[in-house]
């Protein structure tokens, strides 16, 4: 309960250090500990997505993940994708298509669509569905967000 | 020049246009603000000790082990906060007869459904509170629970409140006409029919939670709050913490996802307010998803027999209805639990010509989580009742379902006029509606395919609902019974010295495109460009009073006040500029940030006119005492409700050896009166849809027999994902409200309240060469196969 281990890893570019609970979700550690509260907790038990984040290059559930286990790792939450511009283009397209409300499923959204994306996803709507599929989103209709992945996928190939 | 048939013809009107949302950058860059973002200085965390069982005496609350443990700050009992909360009662005269006893924030002495809050720990840390919970001993006394709504009434049932002799909470009856007469009358053929629709809740992805500040040298609560209605929570602390109302602030930030859920008396939330009171310091409660799924309202779980009477040549003769609903052991505070059973009352047959109407609703105490009002309220059973049995009647005489619609559906010049219930109906556009509908489906397309396509063993159905859905409510929803619950909405319009517009309204965000819309209007009206006008919402010390929004009133009411602000203000300027002119209002307007002439030539930029009003008002007359600020407030006066309408239409495939429901496509037209912003509107009512079909096929909370939910997780409570999700096509009549002159109605409700019926109409379609037909929701492949074996037998 009480043990802790020290962790050395970068986040968004900067180099972290800590010294954590050893029970204490990566997800947990990145908002309490690193004040990046862009990445939510909807569930805690990795079906809702709404903490999706990319260690390593992988999207990877923040709540499926211990702080101890990204001891080493580069991780990049939705406050660097921001920063970087890596995510610029989903952004404006998610804005025009108005592919979100509330807006609590878009910053995981955002990290899995850029999964996709990545992979060099087809502008396929049924394979858009699938691959988002892991991300519960309970205020849109999905519809805008696939409409707002495609366009960024076919701007991308004009 | 400046009155309001002015403001739609303008070109930079801005109503109307599918301006994207400005805050959404914020909440795509991760730069949201929701409860569980903020953090104080000295601020602790709550975690709750629930009741494991659904009806347990409490014997004994042992806390000497968790008193000592790591990080515990305090540990509060039911007893404990009864000496500082004063207990609450969710009843309204106007529901005549609702009973419900008084509720505390911990359950004191009985615990009455499982995940009911017993014990709060207060700890430096979420996860140290909840180490000290497992520390928490409770002897518990297991009772007999009231679970199944079918025997809660049975005399030798156990009684959830001894007082009230039996678990009967409201119960009421709707008569106009003579049933019993009309359906005995020859040649009426009378289809009679059980509908169950499950229990299920709004899983909204970010949980309830409250972050609550006390500064006892102020005497002031501060409340963040994840919700609807800031005013309505205002008075709620106050009240029960015996706390002057100007003494609390409630802020609504960003909201996770609302729907209904978070706009009610949640004991875990008012524990966490009194502990900030009594330890004088913040206080976190952010609700896990287990504690979401046993703790926040559910809706719906209504058992209806009903009976459609039809002529041979497809006269709708009747209706007559039994509901029974469990609403769980206490009737919810303030709104109460007998909302949905009246709305069932109330609007079941609502679009048709109906002159003979019975309903019988009885609302019962169970063992369960509280119902209450859930997107939709009501809406998705009512239709699913007068259109399932109304395809059922097409069926029934060989007629065509939307033949049959268009034969019964009000008339649209028809208005206004009255439903058989008496509900007062005006502006509406059932037959334009259904028209437009079937042409944009392709529906005589479709028809013919569906015959090829069951010829080579593809089972496809099509069904149909036409709707009404309650918006814009009057204070004849909750005020008029003495419910602390504006009814109408304030706004207010500040030029500042930049010539920029700041605006504030009682309305709320949830990600419908509150603050979006609210922009839209102030721009248009005023006549500043759009980038140039910044929104404040969801705070009751910065906002206007008002109700907030839920009940699909935000844009019809808060947009109507914003409209009469912003021309209030317009009128002030025009004022001021005509006189630094020299020349007359009727002459002037404001066009994209500047006076001008009424062809649009610039005479003075705002920013000039206003910093001449705050900084050289020498120059100005004596008596010119401008207000470059003002505030209006509406509401609805001459309906009770302001009704839309819309007709929507699914079609689905069944696969038959697997019971699963595939839903191919949805289209939706929807009369919402004005669209001020179609992005919006479109992909609101496509969520709405994608709730209703959650409804009608997977969302179920399943309790055993003694009353454990079974499924509270959301591995095993199955929500709508994408790939299950069909396109939605959605198209607009747009039939304006004669209440308001923006002529807005609500749209946030509609899908969510239409289509349940359309999917069950599509289901039974499919079904319908089997001789198979199903009643019952969610429509699980385990319930469609069941009634594809029935029909085999």
């Known amino acids: 309960m009480s043990r802790s281990i020290d962790i050395q890893l970068r986040v968004n570019g900067e180099a972290v250090k800590a010294t954590v609970p050893s029970r204490l979700n990566l997800v947990d550690f990145l908002r309490g500990d690193l004040s990046l509260t862009g990445s939510h907790v909807g569930c805690e038990h990795g079906v809702c997505g709404a903490c999706t984040i990319i260690v390593d ?21 939705i406050e660097g994708l921001a920063d970087s511009g890596q995510s610029a283009a989903l952004q404006a397209a998610f804005t025009n298509r108005n592919a979100l409300q509330c807006g609590f499923c878009t910053p995981g959204m955002l990290a899995s669509a850029l999964g996709y994306i990545d992979a060099g996803g087809a502008p396929d709507r049924d394979a858009i569905r699938k691959h988002i599929s892991g991300n519960y989103c309970r205020c849109t209709g999905y519809q805008s967000i696939v409409d707002a992945i495609c366009d960024v996928i076919e701007e991308a190939r004009t | 020049m400046t009155g309001p048939a002015h403001i739609f013809d303008k070109p930079n009107r801005y109503i109307g246009q599918p301006s994207p949302r400005v805050d959404a950058a914020r909440l795509l860059q991760g730069r949201g603000r929701f409860v569980d973002d903020e953090t104080l200085p000295r601020m602790v965390h709550a975690a709750f000790v629930r009741s494991p069982h659904a009806h347990a005496k409490i014997l004994e609350i042992e806390t000497t082990n968790a008193k000592p443990a790591p990080g515990v700050i305090a540990i509060y009992t039911g007893d404990d906060l009864a000496e500082h909360v004063t207990p609450y009662v969710g009843v309204l005269t106007h529901m005549k007869g609702l009973r419900s006893a008084p509720q505390h924030p911990l359950a004191v002495g009985i615990a009455r459904w499982q995940g009911e809050p017993v014990v709060m720990v207060i700890a430096t840390s979420r996860a140290l509170a909840e180490d000290a919970c497992e520390l928490v001993q409770v002897d518990y006394d297991e009772l007999p629970p009231v679970v199944d709504t079918e025997t809660a009434l049975d005399g030798d049932a156990p009684v959830i409140h001894p007082e009230f002799g039996n678990n009967l909470a409201w119960e009421r009856d709707v008569v106009a006409g003579d049933i019993d007469a009309a359906f005995a009358a020859p040649g009426v053929q009378v289809i009679e029919r059980e509908f169950r629709f499950g229990r299920h809740t709004g899983v909204t992805l970010e949980s309830r939670g409250t972050l609550c500040d006390f500064d006892p040298s102020e005497q002031q609560l501060t409340v963040y709050y994840s919700g609807q209605a800031p005013h309505m929570m205002q008075v709620i602390f106050a009240t029960h913490l015996d706390l002057p109302e100007e003494n609390v602030r409630v802020i609504s930030n960003d909201v996770g996802g609302s729907f209904g859920i978070k706009i009610h008396t949640y004991g875990d939330e008012i524990a966490t307010a009194a502990a900030a009171k009594l330890l004088k310091r913040p206080v976190k409660f952010i609700a896990d998803r287990f504690e979401s799924f046993v703790t926040d309202i559910h809706a719906r779980d209504h058992i209806i027999k009903a009976r459609m009477g039809v002529t041979r040549d497809g006269t709708i003769v009747g209706i007559d209805l039994d509901d029974l609903t469990g609403v769980g052991p206490f009737s919810m505070y303030p709104r109460t639990s007998a909302i949905e059973c009246n709305q069932i009352l109330n609007l079941t047959g609502a679009p048709y010509d109906l002159e003979n109407y019975r309903a019988k609703g009885r609302v019962v105490f169970q063992n369960k989580t509280l119902m209450c009002q859930y997107r939709g309220v009501g809406h998705p059973i009512a239709m699913a009742v007068a259109d399932g049995l109304l395809d059922d009647c097409a069926r029934a005489i060989g007629m065509d379902p939307v033949k049959l619609r268009q034969h019964n559906l009000m008339a649209d010049d028809s208005y206004p006029r009255a439903s058989a219930t008496g509900m007062k109906l005006d502006d509406l ?200 600020i003002a505030t209006r407030h509406y509401r609805v006066t001459d309906f009770p409700f302001v009704f839309t309408n819309a007709a929507m239409a699914a079609h689905v495939e069944v ?84 209440t308001s002159v923006l002529g807005a109605k609500g749209a946030g409700e509609a899908g969510t309240g239409g289509a349940p019926a359309a999917i069950l109409n599509a289901v039974n379609d499919a079904l319908s060469p089997l001789g198979a037909s199903i009643w019952q929701m969610p429509m699980t492949p385990e319930r469609v196969l069941n009634v594809i074996d029935s029909a085999a037998k």
């Open chain 1, 57 to 77: 290059g992988n999207t990877v559930r923040g709540c499926l993940m211990l702080a101890a286990q990204a001891n080493g790792t580069e991780i990049t939450t």
């Open chain 2, 429 to 628: 556009s059932h037959q334009r509606a259904l028209l437009k509908l079937t042409d944009i489906m392709d529906y005589k397309g479709l028809r013919a395919a569906q015959t090829g396509e069951r010829q080579n063993g593809i089972y496809r159905g099509i069904g149909f609902v036409s709707m009404v859905e309650v918006t814009n409510p009057s204070p004849m929803f909750y005020g008029v019974g003495g419910a602390s619950i504006a009814s109408q909405d304030g706004a207010t319009v500040r030029l500042d010295a930049g010539g920029a517009l700041h605006v504030s309204s009682s309305i709320t965000e949830q990600g419908q495109g509150t603050n979006a819309i609210l922009a839209q209007i102030a721009a248009g009206v005023f006549g500043v460009a759009l980038n140039r006008v910044k929104v404040t919402t969801g705070d009751t010390a910065t906002t206007p009073y008002g109700g907030g929004t839920w009940a699909s009133r935000g844009a019809g009411i808060g947009g109507e006040a914003m409209l009469q602000a912003a021309q209030a203000l317009k009128d002030q300027v025009l004022d001021v500029a005509a006189v630094m002119l020299q020349t007359t209002v009727d002459k002037l307007d404001i066009q994209d940030g500047a006076v001008t002439d009424l062809d649009g030539a610039i005479r003075l930029p705002l920013a000039d006119l206003a910093r001449t009003v705050y900084y050289r008002g020498n120059e100005l007359p004596k008596d010119l005492n401008p207000e470059l």
């Open chain 2, 655 to 738: 696969d038959i050896a697997t019971g699963f429901v595939k839903v191919l496509h949805f289209w939706a037209v929807e009369d919402c009166g004005r669209v001020i912003n179609p992005l919006l509107v479109d992909e609101q009512i496509r969520g709405g849809v994608v709730q209703g079909i959650g409804g009608a096929l997977y969302e179920e909370c399943q309790y055993s027999p003694d009353g454990q939910m079974l499924n509270a997780t959301m591995a095993d409570y199955m929500v709508p994902m994408a790939s299950e999700m069909p396109d939605i096509t959605v198209a607009h009549i747009e039939t304006l409200t004669k």
